[in-house]
């Protein structure tokens, strides 16, 4: 399972990082990301990072977000910085899970609120 934290809410201009853990009888964690929804809009790719760290980070959070992981830990990092109202939404991380076969985990979400 995926296990979030970090949300909160803060003010525009704000730094927060979101923290997800991944738990359970792990072979292998492919790749990691974060999603977010915001009301009304459908889910949309934040970051993502393979197992050898190479990362993909959408537009709208490039020179803004970082993504990182720790794979002793199983563990994926979102570093927010200079949030901006635009920014508030519920964050899901996902992984690929390797285990006895592949599978495509989310969390359960964790809520980022950004006050103007």
């Known amino acids: 399972q995926l296990v979030e934290s970090g949300g909160g809410l803060v003010q525009s201009g704000g730094s927060l990082t979101l923290s997800c853990a991944a738990s359970?009888?792990?072979?292998?964690?492919?790749?990691m990301g974060w999603y977010r929804q915001a009301p009304g809009k459908q889910r949309e790719l934040v970051a993502v990072?393979?197992?050898?760290?190479?990362?993909n980070v959408a537009d709208s959070v490039k020179g803004r977000f970082t993504i990182s992981r720790d794979n002793a830990k199983n563990t994926v990092y979102l570093q927010m910085n200079s949030l901006k109202p635009e920014d508030t939404a519920v964050y899901y991380c996902?992984?690929?899970?390797?285990?006895?076969?592949?599978?495509?985990?989310w969390g359960q979400g964790t809520q980022v609120t950004i006050s103007s």
């Open positions: 990072i393979t197992s050898g760290a190479r990362t």
């Open positions: 359970g009888s792990i072979f292998r964690i492919n790749a």
């Open positions: 996902n992984a690929e899970v390797v285990t006895t076969r592949v599978y495509d985990y």
